[in-house]
């Protein structure tokens, strides 16, 4: 444990040294960047002055540390608020809105995955694969599109943008679950193929393995067999791709949340992007990269916890 904490706290560091070095190597500067193609000599100096940029480049790397270690991430030029508390309002809906949209996921990904591991070689599970693969190649936006087209448009079963309805002063927890329902369904056509193929192959993996032949010569039932040993060692793989896509839940998806207009931090990275709105691009950055580590260490430590014998790899 002290081991992979120690690699995390390297990973940030140098996460952090990287970005502040990519936005000095950038053409013409921070300021040239922040300010577009049409600034001129006047005006970058004049924000440079004001942002600090004038002082050496080193003194300029231990300011950056002391702004971040304070909580401090500048100001977006864009929305005229302080990157913090705009990072925050956002994040907000896109934790709601990727945690429902990932254990719903997790939940549908191991009964679809145990399925295909325990059918392996029959018909069911090349159904189960079949669409698999085509989910998982669909592009999120075309899925999202089609959403979006049956039942918003067509059926008008469902709003097909926003969080709320813009006419009602207090929309109720009612208003907001129907706004989810299509972005949540557009994420799950996309990871829940992905994840079932891993625990499906793990499962596989594991019905094959010398115990569970032992505890058939024991008379143990086979679904004792499978949910009380085979699912807690398949887990780890799943728990694995977890971790890889933990800063999802926080940062959100770019195409999905710009598809459906919600408010989240991945429609805030768009938008941010096109303003050339530089500090809340550096902030969602750090985050992102920040969230990446820490999935990583939250699920070796818990693929530790259910494989101890991965404490020792």
């Given at each position: 444990?002290?081991?992979?904490?120690?690699?995390?706290?390297?990973?940030?560091?140098?996460?952090?040294?990287?970005?502040?070095?990519?936005?000095?190597?950038?053409?013409?500067?921070?300021?040239?960047?922040?300010?577009?193609?049409?600034?001129?000599?006047?005006?970058?100096?004049?924000?440079?002055?004001?942002?600090?940029?004038?002082?050496?480049?080193?003194?300029?790397?231990?300011?950056?540390?002391?702004?971040?270690?304070?909580?401090?991430?500048?100001?977006?030029?864009?929305?005229n608020r302080p990157v913090g508390a705009l990072l925050w309002d956002y994040e907000v809906n896109t934790l709601v809105f990727y945690?429902?949209?990932?254990?719903?996921?997790?939940?549908?990904?191991?009964?679809?995955?145990?399925?295909?591991?325990?059918?392996?070689?029959?018909?069911?599970?090349?159904?189960?694969?079949?669409?698999?693969?085509?989910?998982?190649?669909?592009?999120?936006?075309?899925?999202?599109?089609?959403?979006?087209?049956?039942?918003?448009?067509?059926?008008?079963?469902?709003?097909?943008?926003?969080?709320?309805?813009?006419?009602?002063?207090?929309?109720?927890?009612?208003?907001?679950?129907?706004?989810?329902?299509?972005?949540?369904?557009?994420?799950?056509?996309?990871?829940?193929?992905?994840?079932?193929?891993?625990?499906?192959?793990?499962?596989?993996?594991?019905?094959?393995?010398?115990?569970?032949?032992?505890?058939q010569a024991k008379g143990v039932g086979f679904a004792g067999i499978l949910f009380r040993h085979v699912m807690r060692n398949a887990?780890?793989?799943?728990?694995?791709?977890?971790?890889?896509?933990?800063?999802?839940?926080?940062?959100?998806?770019?195409?999905?949340?710009?598809?459906?207009?919600?408010?989240?931090?991945?429609?805030?990275?768009?938008?941010?992007?096109?303003?050339?709105?530089?500090?809340?691009?550096?902030?969602?950055?750090?985050?992102?990269?920040?969230?990446?580590?820490?999935?990583?260490?939250?699920?070796?430590?818990?693929?530790?916890?259910?494989?101890?014998?991965?404490?020792?790899?």
């Amino acid at each position: 444990m002290l081991r992979r904490l120690l690699s995390s706290a390297v990973s940030i560091f140098l996460l952090v040294t990287l970005v502040f070095f990519m936005a000095h190597l950038t053409p013409g500067g921070p300021a040239f960047s922040i300010l577009g193609q049409k600034a001129t000599p006047e005006s970058v100096a004049a924000l440079n002055a004001r942002l600090g940029l004038g002082a050496p480049l080193l003194k300029q790397y231990g300011i950056w540390w002391w702004h971040l270690l304070h909580g401090q991430l500048g100001y977006s030029y864009l929305l005229n608020r302080p990157v913090g508390a705009l990072l925050w309002d956002y994040e907000v809906n896109t934790l709601v809105f990727y945690a429902i949209a990932i254990c719903l996921s997790t939940m549908l990904a191991v009964l679809l995955g145990a399925a295909q591991g325990v059918w392996h070689g029959r018909w069911p599970a090349g159904v189960i694969g079949v669409f698999q693969l085509v989910f998982y190649a669909t592009p999120p936006f075309f899925t999202a599109a089609i959403l979006v087209l049956c039942f918003a448009v067509g059926l008008h079963w469902l709003p097909a943008s926003g969080i709320g309805n813009p006419r009602l002063a207090h929309p109720g927890i009612g208003t907001f679950a129907a706004h989810l329902v299509l972005p949540v369904i557009t994420v799950m056509l996309l990871t829940v193929p992905m994840l079932s193929r891993y625990f499906g192959e793990a499962v596989h993996e594991e019905l094959g393995k010398d115990y569970v032949r032992t505890a058939q010569a024991k008379g143990v039932g086979f679904a004792g067999i499978l949910f009380r040993h085979v699912m807690r060692n398949a887990l780890r793989p799943l728990v694995t791709m977890l971790g890889l896509s933990f800063p999802y839940i926080f940062t959100g998806g770019v195409i999905v949340e710009s598809v459906f207009n919600y408010p989240g931090l991945g429609w805030l990275l768009w938008r941010s992007a096109l303003g050339r709105d530089y500090p809340v691009l550096i902030a969602i950055v750090l985050l992102i990269g920040l969230l990446t580590v820490l999935g990583n260490l939250l699920a070796d430590l818990v693929n530790g916890w259910l494989d101890p014998r991965g404490q020792y790899e």
